[in-house]
């Protein structure tokens, strides 16, 4: 009864439900993105998220990471404990494992270890890369994502199936030449346009119907959304070497 109306949707059905209902979901940042990301998930019925994130709840967050209120950021709480006692309100037979540390070199690779796929919510050239690689030497699909301003880009990445994000931007941007909420700002709409259309490749990868080689483009102020085809880079070693290169 409490997902029957999403269930009811032709093209999620009882399908999509159980792959949500089996899968384990990581979850990198906790901040705009990945907090609505857990928020949807959990209400959807995942039962299995873990997230990571060693940032605290501010004012300056609260218009745009909707699962965070006043109370919190005067609390300075961090934002996996907060979101993990929301999510449980939310839902609580769900299973949420929180990290409350920044992802990087020395603990990604224990916190993917196992998951079924991985969601970028991170505004980090860096981690954003780091995630890429590292999903593929695991093997396992994640979702790149980025926000900022009034526009965002979306793309999925299966190893040994598509392009990643490598294909995408050879040469990983100076962090000072890439949008990002710090320099361009953010808006709300963005975020839960960005998310809403994230979580739909999610469920795609997790029922085995996602279309590689696709980057979402939208701007939710004109409102328009573009689909892109990238194509796997000659050379890249997503393609044939993934599993034993030692990425940097």
Not at 70 to 94: G, S
Request: with cysteine; net charge neutral; glycine share 8%.
């Amino acid at each position: 009864m409490r997902h029957e109306k999403q269930i009811a949707v032709p093209k999620f059905g009882i399908k999509a439900q159980k792959a949500l209902e089996e899968s384990t979901i990581a979850i990198i940042g906790c901040g705009a993105l990945g907090s609505l990301q857990a928020e949807m998930l959990v209400r959807m019925g995942a039962k299995n998220l873990r997230i990571a994130d060693g940032d605290h709840v501010t004012i300056g967050n609260i218009h745009r990471q909707l699962l965070f209120t006043e109370a919190h950021a005067e609390e300075k709480r961090l934002k996996v404990e907060a979101a993990k006692e929301e999510l449980l309100r939310i839902n609580r037979n769900a299973e949420i494992l929180t990290k409350p540390r920044y992802i990087t070199s020395e603990n990604i690779d224990d916190f993917i270890n196992g998951a079924d796929i991985v969601l970028d919510a991170v505004d980090d050239v860096e981690a954003r890369f780091l995630t890429n690689d590292s999903c593929l030497k695991a093997g396992i699909p994640w979702i790149y994502t980025g926000v900022a301003g009034s526009q965002g880009m979306i793309m999925p990445v299966i190893p040994g199936e598509g392009p990643c994000l490598r294909c995408l931007y050879p040469h990983p941007p100076e962090k000072e030449d890439s949008a990002n909420c710090a320099n361009s700002g953010i808006l709300p709409m963005t975020v839960t346009m960005a998310v809403s259309m994230q979580l739909t490749q999610a469920i795609k990868i997790l029922t085995g119907e996602a279309e590689t080689g696709t980057l979402i483009k939208f701007d939710c102020m004109e409102p328009k959304v573009r689909k892109i085809r990238v194509p796997v880079r000659e050379g890249c070693a997503c393609r044939d070497e993934y599993k034993t290169i030692k990425y940097k």
